[in-house]
Structures are given as C-alpha cells and as structure tokens.
C-alpha cells in the first residue's frame, strides 16, 4: 500500500483512494509546543465514530499509524477500522 504524504509546515496530510468507491483521508500534525504528533484518518461519507485518532510520538510512527489504520480498514470484512 503506498500513501503519498504532503507537507506544509509541520502537518502532513495525503488522501488514498482504495477503489473508485471508497476513499480515506489522514493527517499528521505535530501538536503546538510538543515533540508530540496527532493523526487521525477517516473515510469519506462514514460517521464520525468510525474517525481513528491518536497521538505518537515521533512523526514516522504517527504516519505508520495512520497507514495502518487504512490498511485495516480496506482489508477487513464491512470496512471497519
């Protein structure tokens, strides 16, 4: 799975389209003042409890995470996080 991150400033943020159906969003931001990051990803159309957050602690696991998260979410039976 290859998701293609941009940058500006010090928030990431990359879309992956699964099919030409479904599509989710991440984002990475470092939180202000802390060498801590914040990703969250959610699915274009989905609710708002199917959004996954979180917090790491360096930006490389805050995107690992937020990748894994698609990755189970587009492999899974119903498409759930």
């Known amino acids: 799975m290859q998701v293609n991150w941009t940058q500006f400033d010090n928030t990431l943020y990359a879309t ?3 099919n030409s ?3 989710y969003r991440l984002i990475v931001e470092q939180l202000p003042g802390e060498c801590i990051w914040d990703w969250a990803v959610w ?3 989905q609710s ?3 959004v996954r957050h979180g917090i790491s602690p360096s930006v490389r696991a805050a995107m690992t ?3 894994t998260c698609v990755y189970a979410a ?3 039976n119903g498409r759930d996080f």
């Open 16 to 18: 992956f389209r699964y």
């Open 43 to 45: 699915g274009d159309g």
């Open 48 to 50: 708002l409890n199917k």
């Open 74 to 76: 587009t492999h899974t």
């Open 65 to 67: 995470k937020a990748e």
């Open 21 to 23: 159906f479904e599509r």
